[in-house]
């Protein structure tokens, strides 16, 4: 029998859970993109299309899930699904099908594909920024956590520098593990 899949939720964050404007991210931590490709290298992404389309592209060595309810949408490099159950199937499939793949299935964002997956999340790999923009009229927020259900540990507390905002990583674990 396969080993359980676990659901990762990977995020970049400020302090006040906004992740975005409704069009991208607010901050550039060049650091970062090399903590989330290590990561999320060999799992296939559930993302939303506005996720999908603000890194514009494939990541290589990772399969694009997008959940979007649109039908006709289609991007190269990209496989649809218009609900949750369906990006899982897609997800484990893509496991299945590819030798280099890891057991993990990595929610990538934004704001409604974390609320709708949170409860089949074993981990959340974090960074924290410390700023606390209003994200405007469009923000998207990461779900507000139940922290009594999780165990929290700062991997990292990185300085700023620069243009660079200070910032941590954190990974947060739930106490009683679901698999997917």
């Known amino acids: 029998m396969a080993a359980a899949t676990e659901m990762v939720a990977v995020v970049a964050m400020a302090r006040n859970r906004v992740i975005g404007d409704g069009s991208g991210l607010i901050?550039?931590?060049?650091a970062d993109l090399k903590r989330v490709r290590t990561l999320t290298m060999g799992c296939p992404l559930?993302?939303?299309?506005?996720?999908?389309?603000?890194?514009?592209?494939?990541?290589?060595?990772?399969?694009s899930i997008v959940m979007t309810r649109d039908d006709s949408w289609a991007a190269e490099g990209a496989v649809r699904a218009a609900d949750l159950d369906t990006a899982i199937a897609r997800a484990h499939d893509w496991i299945a099908a590819t030798s280099e793949a890891r057991n993990e299935i990595v929610l990538f964002g934004g704001g409604q594909i974390y609320a709708a997956g949170l409860a089949l999340t074993n981990r959340i790999e974090a960074t924290?920024?410390?700023i606390a923009p209003d994200g405007g009229p469009q923000a998207a927020l990461f779900p507000d956590l139940n922290m009594a259900d999780w165990t929290r540990d700062i991997?990292?507390?990185?300085?700023?520098?620069?243009?660079?905002p200070a910032h941590r990583y954190?990974?947060?674990?739930?106490?009683?593990?679901?698999r997917v």
């Open 128 to 130: 924290v920024i410390d």
């Open 27 to 30: 901050w550039h931590l060049p």
């Open 155 to 164: 991997l990292e507390d990185v300085a700023a520098d620069g243009d660079v």
């Open 170 to 178: 954190e990974r947060l674990t739930r106490k009683a593990a679901v």
């Open 46 to 63: 559930i993302m939303g299309r506005k996720t999908w389309e603000s890194i514009g592209r494939p990541l290589p060595g990772r399969a």
